[in-house]
């Protein structure tokens, strides 16, 4: 750095650093004003013996202030710049943001904010679901690298993926733009973003395209839906791993609803369905049977 040359290149220079620091520290930073640099150097000037520099005085005095200035501005300990990371490792995750707004994130997934939160920004990896505290202050904003959805008041999903970003309404309205675009959603509404061509494609979203974000809400819908599908969605739901013992009884077909219900009941109820059995063994369900005829 610079000012680090310009301090051990004459001993009087740390004298002259510690001076311009008293300058700075004599105002107050919480009614923070950028300093009259032409003005504070006059008065330390005129306390100094001429002396021949290599230096432009009020350059290096301007960049004095503006270091102490980064300085006193950097956060110690839990300073407002201080940032949250929230991660779901091996569990789905479920948290309460500073201002009650609801996250819940299947594992993998990451937020992160300001722990002074007044501007409600997040950025979001992975796959998340929020339930928006509403503010008519202070919009609540979610970023991903390429999207920024906006509310005031709603619950709604957002899932990544190195090709699409999918943002699910399921109550209020959303404002999802990009660098060149925009789209609004509503309750029941959906969008897909294609990352390589930076293109919005705007969907309804049926009962069964809920499911998508069952891990959050625990309420799933199956119309005429195959077991390995029906697997695949209450897997991601629960956070287990489901494993048909009998591939023929993939193709098996259900059509039933959950809400807020337990796994065991899920289980119970699927299984009783088709005929079919079911066992645990740790985070593994194993289900057994014959083929639907």
Known sequence: ???DSWLE???ENQKTFDQLAKVWESTTLSSYQKPDVAREWERFSQKQAPRKRTYTWLAVAASILCLIAVYKLLPVGKGTSEII????QKDI???TLPDNSYVIMPPGSEITYPAAFTSRQIKLKGEGYFEVQPSSQSP??????????QVLGTAFNVKTTPEQIIVQVNNGVVLVSSKTNAVTLKEGQGCIYNRASRTFNTVSIAETGRNNYAYA???LHFQHTSLSEVARQVSKAYNVEIRLEN????????STAFENKSLSYVLDVITASLDLQYRTEGNVIYI????CN
Request: with cysteine; proline share 3%.
């Open 1 to 3: 750095m610079a000012i």
């Open 9 to 11: 290149a004459h001993p």
């Open 85 to 88: 990371s929230l991660q779901a």
């Open 93 to 95: 995750t479920r948290d």
């Open 140 to 149: 609540f904003i979610v970023e991903t690298d390429d999207l920024k959805i």
């Open 217 to 219: 809400t625990r309420e």
């Open 247 to 254: 591939e023929k009884t993939a193709d098996c077909r259900i």
């Open 288 to 291: 057994s049977g014959d083929e």
